[in-house]
C-alpha cells in the first residue's frame, strides 16, 4: 500500500515539473520580444562610395534624362472611332467643352505612357464644373487603364489625377478635338520645371532614370 501511494506522489511531482516547464517555455515565447535585429551602419568609407556611385550615375544618364524630361513637357494623342469633341482647358480647374462617342487611341500621355488604347464615354465642363463617365480600357502595357465617373469639381485626391503616377495632369493647358478622328494635345508646366531643373541636376519629378533601373 506504501509502494502504491509513493509511486502515486512521485508520478504527480513528475506531471507538475512537466507541466510547469512547457508553461514556463509558452510564457517566454508570448511575453520575452523577439530582439530587434538593427540594421548595419555604413561606414563613412561606404557613404562615400555610394555617393560617388550616385554622382558617376548622373553623369552618365544626364543626356538620356533631359532627353525624356523634355519629352515629357508636350502629350499628343491620336484617335479614330465614333466619337466628337471640343474642349480646352487651362488646369481642370478652367475647363470648357466636352464630347461624347468611343475611339481607339495612339497614346502619348501623362507620367511618361506610351502605347495604345480603347476609351469611350462622356463628359461636359464649364468652368470648373465637370460632369464626366469615360473609361479607358484593354490598354497596352504602357498605357493605364481606369474608370473616371464623377460631377463637380476635379480633386488631388482622385487617383487619376495623382502628380506621381496618375494618367491624368490636373494642372495642364490643353484642348481635344473630335469628329471620328481625334486629336488630343497637353503641355505640362510642371514638367517644363522639371526639365530646367535637370539642367543643374536636381530631379523635383522624382522621374530621372537610374543605373539601377536599366540593371534591374
Not at 77 to 102: C, N
Request: hydrophobic share 40%; aromatic share 12%.
Amino acid at each position: 500500500m506504501k509502494k502504491k501511494i509513493v509511486s502515486l506522489f512521485v508520478a504527480v511531482i513528475i506531471t507538475f515539473v512537466f507541466t510547469e516547464n512547457i508553461t514556463a517555455e509558452e510564457l517566454t515565447s508570448k511575453t520575452v520580444p523577439k530582439s530587434i535585429i538593427k540594421p548595419p551602419v555604413a561606414s563613412p568609407k561606404e557613404k562615400a562610395n555610394k555617393k560617388k556611385k550616385e554622382f558617376t550615375d548622373m553623369l552618365i544618364l544626364y543626356f538620356p534624362n533631359r532627353v525624356m524630361d523634355f519629352l515629357d513637357i508636350v502629350d499628343v494623342s491620336l484617335g479614330f472611332g465614333p466619337v466628337v469633341k471640343a474642349k480646352l482647358w487651362a488646369t481642370r480647374y478652367m475647363a470648357f467643352g466636352g464630347g461624347v462617342g468611343g475611339s481607339a487611341k495612339i497614346i502619348k500621355g501623362y507620367n511618361r505612357q506610351y502605347g495604345a488604347g480603347l476609351e469611350s464615354g462622356w463628359n461636359a465642363s464649364f468652368m470648373m464644373l465637370t460632369a464626366e463617365n469615360t473609361e479607358m480600357y484593354e490598354t497596352t502595357r504602357g498605357v493605364q487603364s481606369y474608370f473616371e465617373h464623377y460631377t463637380g469639381i476635379p480633386s488631388l485626391n482622385d487617383n487619376v489625377y495623382n502628380f506621381w503616377k496618375g494618367p491624368r495632369d490636373m494642372f495642364s493647358i490643353g484642348m481635344q478635338a473630335a469628329v471620328f478622328g481625334e486629336l488630343d494635345a497637353e503641355v505640362h508646366p510642371f514638367e517644363i520645371i522639371d526639365f530646367a531643373s535637370g539642367l543643374f541636376f536636381l530631379d523635383p519629378k522624382g522621374d530621372d532614370i537610374k543605373m539601377s533601373d536599366i540593371e534591374g
